[in-house]
């Protein structure tokens, strides 16, 4: 089979089932959730990335199985296979318009794939050497425009970095900016598109998205080891998920911790505290009053961004938590884990 064909599941398709079927879960759940998941099972590795499409009713996952999936909202169906990559997927994201989805990969580039046929878009360039690791993607609200963070190295600690710029649909590179990360960068768009964050390791920086530049920020957005990052959708809340050595009872042990800071000029505003592993990944929800967030101790906390206290604690015997999307409605919560799982949480509302 050609790997970049679009495999679709359907009553006609009933080998493919048995890879994507729906099942039961068993977890606890904390603080306010009152409903189980419903678990999306089909990858065969870990799941990495999520995306829902702009008018939420699909969710694509993507996966070191090399495949990106996409399942019905809210049923929680399979839709369709693309076998996008021959390494891990590490980042999808859909266009604007919903009828593109661009997909970053471990040492296999970056590809834009037609969401109705499955069929590739383009493919756009990426410097050969070392391998790129493409950690990253973001859309500017017209589509016209596509940022990437690409590390160069090996999947856990890349040697160096770099931000690149495309314009869609030519695939012109306008940007290719060498960075001071030493691991792939998170990439988030500001809120009035000007700029482009990024946060990786011990540094966070801000890169205009017409020139390239780099402008000075606050020092206070870089102590600690950044290993996610979230700007809130009226660009004012930057968070940050940190790890730092502390001291305790005269040793030192790794702190893991959320700090909210005010974007414009760097004050943090609080400290959210209580996962017990590395946080792997931040999503805010579409009001900005509250965030997700995702852990190597297998935990998704819903936390208030003005107090700070957890809301929910959600357990769903994933594993390693690497992904979260929540719905543009946001009523649905995404969580992908380290056994390819993908969790699907009905949201309080505010």
Same mark, same amino acid.
């Given at each position: ?217 606050? %020092?206070?957005? &870089?102590? @600690?080891?950044?290993?996610?990052? =979230?700007? /809130? $959708? *009226? #660009?004012?809340? +930057? !968070? ?73 604690? %959600?357990?769903? &015997?994933? @594993?390693?938590?690497?992904?979260? =999307?929540? /719905? $543009? *409605? #946001?009523?649905? +919560? !995404? ?16």
């Amino acid at each position: 089979m050609n790997l970049n064909i679009l495999t679709r599941v359907s009553s006609v398709a009933p080998a493919l089932m048995f890879v994507c079927t729906i099942v039961p879960a068993s977890m606890s759940v904390k603080n306010g959730f009152a409903q189980n998941p419903q678990d999306l099972v089909g990858h065969q590795r870990p799941a990495k990335s999520l995306a829902f499409s702009p008018d939420g009713k699909m969710l694509a996952s993507g996966s070191e199985d090399g495949t990106i999936r996409f399942w019905d909202i809210p049923s929680g169906q399979p839709r369709a296979i693309i076998r996008a990559h021959t390494m891990p997927v590490l980042a999808v994201r859909f266009s604007p318009d919903g009828k593109t989805i661009a997909s970053g990969s471990l040492a296999d580039g970056l590809k834009l794939w037609n969401v109705g046929d499955g069929s590739v878009a383009a493919n756009l360039p990426l410097p050969p050497q070392p391998r790129g690791l493409v950690s990253s993607l973001v859309f500017t609200s017209d589509g016209k425009k596509l940022a990437a963070g690409v590390g160069h190295g090996n999947r856990l600690a890349a040697s160096r970095s770099e931000l690149f710029v495309w314009e869609l649909p030519s695939g012109t590179q306008l940007h290719r900016v060498f960075t001071a990360f030493n691991e792939g960068p998170l990439v988030a768009l500001t809120a009035d598109e000007t700029e482009l964050v990024l946060a990786s390791g011990k540094k966070t920086a801000v890169y205009d998205l017409v020139t390239g530049k780099e402008r000075p920020i606050s %020092l206070s957005f &870089n102590p @600690g080891f950044a290993t996610a990052m =979230a700007l /809130s $959708p *009226n #660009g004012t809340v +930057l !968070a940050l998920g940190k790890s730092d050595k502390v001291d305790f009872q005269g040793q030192k042990i790794d702190k893991h911790q959320i700090k909210l800071y005010q974007f414009a000029t760097g004050q943090e505003l609080v400290a959210l505290e209580g996962h017990e592993g590395l946080i792997l990944c931040l999503a805010f929800t579409p009001e900005g009053k509250r965030i997700v967030s995702g852990s190597r101790d297998g935990t998704v906390r819903l936390w208030d961004v003005a107090s700070g206290q957890v809301l929910a604690t %959600l357990m769903g &015997n994933i @594993g390693y938590v690497h992904c979260l =999307a929540i /719905s $543009p *409605n #946001g009523k649905i +919560l !995404a969580a992908g884990g380290q056994n390819g799982t993908i969790q699907l949480w009905n949201l309080p509302t505010p």
